[in-house]
């Protein structure tokens, strides 16, 4: 039996990660994230046994049963979407129909494997594997399939990625719209984790058509399932932290609608005036967690009020409006002291140094080091 030894390995690690990763889910308070994570791992898991059953040359004992995985893994795009979803989203309620719109991926997929799966005996699939022994016919069978798998695979998974990559954008505009510190209810590490995501299945589903139409990466191999077992325990990780977080202090629903003026200039003119004064008079900029909330509770003017006239009136959000006031401290404190810059940032109200030099770097276009003078 010839196995793989490299990718044997590395998947049977990965397999490791992810039922260790579904034991703490287990341990976990029973909640609509853990259990779309749960039902995710589950997913990965079985997209591993899958690799394993090539590499480790088990299919040779089990043939008959080749390419029982193809329809799993097109739930795993969909699957990350409502993880995201629920980790972001939490009161969110999906229709029956979005579900039912996820099972066309694997329904076609199985469609498309019905002549391979009835047609062809155990023995004929294990003579396919051998240039020597397989039958041209059942091959091009076997060839028509697969790269349809692939394909469909590639085209339905990354539009799931798509559509995550919007709802992590979304809920990162409405964040602005609150907080004056997002970085931990933001989930900027998913936007990595779905580039990285993404470019593993791609090369994947790539390397699996290609290697049934006789071109074969050899490097892939190996690299591949490095590269996949890296971007596991990284996922893993970091949504096994995420659900540590717990729920988040407000739901953002998504039906939030872009705003609309409703008030008069004048009342947006003078809703600034005590806008101004609370970051000037008062330094509410300098509260680490300064929120909306706070804000209306300070100047006595709804949230939604603030809202709009931070908008409509003043071209801006609140994320930006705050951080503006830090950023601008923070210049005089750079130009007229000896302070050292992460000091400076948490002085100024920001919650990290590295949250500070991309705020810094955004408004002013250099780093704060950059800004100070010399000398």
């Known amino acids: 039996m010839s196995i793989a030894l490299v990718p044997t390995v590395l998947y049977s690690g990965m397999m490791g990660v992810v039922v260790s990763g579904l034991v703490r889910t287990f341990s976990t308070p029973k909640h609509k994230q853990t259990a779309y994570l749960s039902g995710l791992l589950i997913l990965l898991l079985i997209h591993i046994i899958g690799e394993l059953y090539?590499?480790?040359?088990?299919?040779?004992?089990?043939?008959?049963?080749?390419?029982?995985?193809?329809?799993?893994r097109m739930l795993m795009g969909p699957a990350l979407y409502f993880y995201a979803c629920m980790a972001m989203y939490p009161?969110?309620?999906?229709?029956?129909?979005?579900?039912?719109?996820?099972?066309?991926?694997?329904?076609?997929?199985?469609?498309?494997?019905?002549?391979?799966?009835?047609?062809?005996?155990?023995?004929?699939?294990?003579?396919?594997?051998?240039?020597?022994?397989?039958?041209?016919?059942?091959?091009?069978?076997?060839?028509?399939?697969?790269?349809?798998?692939a394909v469909a695979f590639i085209v339905f998974t990354f539009a799931y990625l798509i559509a995550t990559f919007r709802l992590h954008a979304k809920h990162r505009n409405q964040l602005m719209e609150k907080y004056s510190a997002i970085e931990q209810r933001a989930m900027d590490w998913l936007r990595v984790i779905l580039i990285l995501w993404g470019l593993v299945w791609f090369f994947y589903a790539a390397n699996y058509a290609a290697t049934f139409i006789g071109v074969k990466f050899f490097a892939l191999d190996t690299l591949l399932p490095l590269f996949e077992f890296l971007v596991l325990v990284s996922f893993t990780h970091l949504a096994l932290k995420q659900l540590e977080l717990g729920a988040s202090e407000e739901v953002i629903r998504l039906t939030v609608q872009e705003r609309e003026a409703v008030l008069p200039d004048e009342?947006?003119?003078?809703?600034?005036?005590?806008?101004?004064?609370?970051?000037?008079?008062?330094?509410?900029?300098?509260?680490?967690?300064?929120?909306?909330?706070?804000?209306?509770?300070?100047?006595?003017?709804?949230?939604?009020?603030?809202?709009?006239?931070?908008?409509?009136?003043?071209?801006?959000?609140?994320?930006?409006?705050?951080?503006?006031?830090?950023?601008?401290?923070?210049?005089?404190?750079?130009?007229?002291?000896?302070?050292?810059?992460?000091?400076i940032a948490y002085e100024v109200g920001f919650k990290s140094k590295s949250t500070f030099n991309s705020a810094f770097k955004k408004i002013v276009g250099v780093t704060p080091t950059g800004f100070r003078k010399p000398g």
């Not at 040359?57 to 049963?65: H, T």
Request: glycine share 2%.
């Open 54 to 72: 090539i590499y480790s040359g088990v299919y040779q004992y089990a043939p008959a049963i080749a390419g029982f995985q193809l329809p799993v």
């Open 91 to 149: 009161a969110t309620k999906h229709s029956v129909k979005s579900y039912l719109t996820v099972l066309l991926g694997p329904i076609a997929v199985i469609l498309s494997m019905i002549p391979f799966m009835f047609s062809i005996t155990p023995e004929q699939k294990l003579a396919l594997a051998d240039p020597i022994t397989r039958d041209p016919d059942l091959w091009q069978i076997a060839i028509s399939m697969c790269l349809f798998t």
């Open 267 to 343: 009342k947006m003119q003078e809703i600034a005036v005590k806008l101004t004064d609370a970051m000037t008079g008062k330094q509410l900029y300098k509260e680490e967690d300064l929120s909306l909330n706070r804000l209306s509770a300070v100047i006595s003017v709804s949230e939604n009020y603030i809202s709009e006239t931070l908008s409509q009136f003043m071209k801006t959000n609140f994320f930006q409006f705050v951080n503006r006031y830090r950023v601008e401290e923070a210049k005089d404190l750079l130009a007229n002291t000896d302070m050292l810059v992460s000091s």
